[in-house]
């Protein structure tokens, strides 16, 4: 067992900051709930909702909403992806996820975000330090070969058909005797 238990950090240039003394006693506790649901890789994905929000500080949903907006108007914290409650049977609600912006920007990598580490191998034809020759053709207005795809699919599917083709798909039925 360590000697200390986990502890909120709050630091001093916030804390002596007139943001945070014009901020009311629900406002700031509500920061201390973010900082405490912070677990140092988690910011920009900090879930927090206003039910939870007003449960933990023995409030209103109301006042709730107006502390995280006080939050907000100051810059201590911003949203980065709204919440919902949701009626729907089967649909899990979500709650709005935050930001600490005067923490360092530290954002998480998911597995699917981590450069991938890989060994050339025979069949590939590389070799270490190696740069592909071909590159992938992109449009000038997209930023990624992700929209550069999106962009090529949306044309196929908007691009009007060749008359050969048209005249193809009327044959079997001429065949068959209709017209």
Known sequence: MTKHGPFIMLPHGIFDSPGYRALHP??????MLLLRKHNGRNNGAIPLGIRAAAKHCHCSQSTAC???AKLQEVDFI??????????????????TLWRLNFLEAARPMSALSRP??????????CSVGASSLVQPARSSGASSLRDALAERSIDDLTR??????ADDRLLPSRACGRS
């Open 116 to 125: 991938r580490k890989r060994s050339p191998n025979a069949s590939s034809g």
């Open 160 to 165: 009007a058909k060749p008359e050969s083709a």
């Open 26 to 31: 629900i406002d700031r506790d509500v920061l």
């Open 78 to 95: 911003s949203a980065t992806r709204k919440g919902h409650l949701v009626p729907e049977i089967g649909r899990p609600n979500v709650a």
């Open 66 to 68: 107006r502390a995280l």
